[in-house]
C-alpha cells in the first residue's frame, strides 16, 4: 500500500492488512471498540454493551484481565439465551470475542477487526441498502486515519508542546480525552499553533470536521499514548 492509497481508501481491509505488525494491541482494540460503537444499537442487551465498554476500559488499564473476561463471558451467555437470527448473534459474538484477544487466546486483532468491521457493513446494509453499506465501508477506513494517522508520515511529539503557558496543552488533551469533548480540538489547534507548532498533518486533523473517538492519534501523541 502507498501514501496516497491509505489517504484516499474507501475499504478497509487492505489497510488492516497493511497494519499487520506495526499498529499496537491498544491501538487495535480501540478500533474494534469504536466499529461497535458505530452500530451501538444493534447489541441490544446490556452484557454485550458492558463487555465493549469494559475492553476500553481495558485498553487504558482501567480494567483488569478478570474483569474483561467476566464481561466477555456474561456477553457470550446473554447470546446464548436468546433467540435472535444468526446475523444477530453473531454481532454479539464478534463485540465480546474480537475486543478480547487475552481471553480467546487469539491474537490475530485484524482478523477480528475484520470481522467486526464486515458484520458492521451487513448490518447497516440489510434490506438493500447499498448505500448506506458503502457509507459504513467509508466511516471505518476514516477511523483507521483517525486512530492509526498516517503511518507513512509519523509525527514527533515536540516537547514544547507539553510545557507551553504551564502545560495546558497535555492538561486540554486529557480532558477531551477523559471526556470525550471532541469538540474542543479545534481549541487544541489553536494552542498547539500558538505553542510554535506548524504541522499541518498536526493542526489539520484537530480542525478536521466530523467524528473523533478515544484513541484520535493526536491526543495520543500529546498523551503518550502508543
Excluded at 38 to 48: L, N, Q, V
Excluded at 200 to 209: E, F, I, Y
Aim: proline share 4%; with cysteine.
Amino acid at each position: 500500500m502507498t501514501e496516497a492509497e491509505w489517504l484516499s481508501a474507501t475499504e478497509p481491509t487492505p489497510m488492516l492488512d497493511f497494519l499487520r505488525g506495526k499498529a499496537s494491541d491498544r491501538k487495535l482494540r480501540l478500533v474494534a471498540v469504536a466499529c461497535c460503537r458505530r452500530i451501538w444499537r444493534s447489541f441490544t442487551d446490556e452484557c454485550s454493551r458492558r463487555a465493549i465498554e469494559v475492553a476500553e476500559q481495558f485498553a487504558d488499564e482501567k480494567a483488569t484481565i478478570e474483569e474483561l473476561g467476566k464481561a466477555c463471558i456474561s456477553a457470550r451467555q446473554a447470546v446464548e439465551q436468546v433467540n435472535w437470527d444468526v446475523v444477530r448473534q453473531a454481532a454479539c459474538a464478534t463485540a465480546w470475542l474480537n475486543i478480547s484477544s487475552e481471553i480467546s487466546g487469539d491474537s490475530d486483532y485484524n482478523s477480528g477487526i475484520a470481522t467486526a468491521m464486515d458484520f458492521a457493513v451487513r448490518e447497516v446494509g440489510k434490506g438493500g441498502r447499498v448505500h448506506e453499506a458503502a457509507l459504513e465501508n467509508k466511516g471505518q477506513t476514516d477511523l483507521l486515519r483517525e486512530i492509526i494517522g498516517n503511518p507513512f508520515r509519523p509525527v514527533s511529539l515536540d516537547p514544547a508542546w507539553l510545557t507551553w503557558n504551564d502545560g495546558t496543552i497535555p492538561k486540554l488533551a486529557q480532558v477531551i480525552y477523559d471526556e470525550r469533548a471532541f469538540d474542543r480540538l479545534p481549541i487544541l489547534a489553536d494552542a498547539l499553533e500558538e505553542s510554535s507548532c506548524d504541522n499541518a498533518d498536526v493542526l489539520g486533523h484537530c480542525r478536521q470536521p466530523g467524528n473523533h473517538v478515544r484513541g484520535c492519534w493526536v491526543i495520543d501523541l500529546i498523551l503518550g499514548k502508543e
